[in-house]
């Protein structure tokens, strides 16, 4: 099979696993919190031909695909336990279930009947010091450090921080797992947090959507070269064996 098909092939490959990211954006637009995901494509040369000065066949294919951490639309949904993020940084949050400790931008919060501050999907919210969150009785206030302040003042601190995006691994759920030394991830300074606020998606429906159609017409022009080739060389064998 000619190198041609092969190029032409791994272009329609790519450019579907590009609709199936731009699928999963799609379908979470509405999750709040939710990062879309972005498809990077890489060429490959000919391994038979890369030594060669000029000539060679580039193959196409999606590396990985990226989170894009831009942040989301921030709505006011005056609920004293809902907390966004402005700017960089993460949430910390443990999981009851096997102790892990993850990051999250999701910020809809609630309270065990012992006071405990917790996630509605029913992580534990942490300090800095990667302790649980107990909530003061009665009315409480999140100021802009994501202090906690009670009638008597600060009781506690939510934990924010600025990871490497880089080793950022998403786990559902609005959650990140760290492919690095949690010990050192350095605080976030220069953002704020919004009490009575909530982040959206950062997903553009128009966007996602124009780039969905740009990519199907992408593989179906793959498909008609494809024809094209297989139909080409169909011939070349017929006459190479007369």
């Given at each position: 099979m000619s190198s041609g098909i092969y190029a032409t092939l791994s272009g329609a490959v790519a450019r579907m696993q590009t609709v199936d990211v731009v699928t999963n954006n799609l379908s979470n637009a509405n999750t709040l919190g939710y990062k879309k995901d972005r498809v990077q494509f890489s060429a490959v040369l000919d391994s038979a031909k890369q030594n060669q000065q000029a000539g060679g066949v580039n193959y196409s294919y999606v590396e990985v695909a990226k989170t894009d951490y831009s942040q989301g639309v921030l709505i006011d949904t005056r609920n004293e336990y809902d907390v966004a993020i402005n700017g960089n940084g993460f949430f910390k949050v443990r999981n009851p279930d096997d102790g892990e400790?993850?990051?999250?931008?999701?910020?809809?919060?609630?309270?065990?009947?012992?006071?405990?501050?917790?996630?509605?999907?029913?992580e534990f919210v942490l300090s800095p010091?990667?302790?649980?969150?107990?909530?003061?009785?009665?009315?409480?206030?999140?100021?802009?450090?994501?202090?906690?302040?009670?009638?008597?003042?600060?009781?506690?601190?939510?934990?924010?921080?600025?990871?490497?995006?880089?080793?950022?691994?998403?786990?559902?759920?609005?959650?990140?797992?760290?492919?690095?030394?949690?010990?050192?991830?350095?605080?976030?300074?220069?953002?704020?947090?919004?009490?009575?606020?909530?982040?959206?998606?950062?997903?553009?429906?128009?966007?996602?959507?124009?780039?969905?159609?740009?990519?199907?017409?992408?593989?179906?022009?793959?498909?008609?070269?494809?024809?094209?080739?297989?139909?080409l060389e169909s011939k070349v064998n017929e006459i190479g064996s007369l």
């Open positions: 400790i993850y990051f999250t931008r999701l910020g809809a919060l609630d309270r065990e009947p012992d006071g405990t501050l917790i996630t509605r999907t029913g010091a990667n302790e649980t969150i107990v909530l003061p009785e009665g009315d409480f206030v999140i100021d802009e450090r994501g202090r906690i302040l009670g009638n008597e003042g600060v009781v506690d601190e939510l934990a924010l921080v600025d990871p490497d995006p880089d080793l950022l691994i998403k786990q559902g759920n609005g959650r990140y797992s760290y492919d690095g030394d949690m010990r050192v991830v350095p605080n976030s300074t220069d953002s704020q947090v919004m009490q009575g606020h909530l982040e959206q998606s950062n997903v553009k429906a128009i966007e996602e959507t124009t780039l969905m159609m740009t990519s199907l017409r992408a593989f179906e022009n793959y498909q008609k070269a494809m024809k094209n080739y297989f139909t």
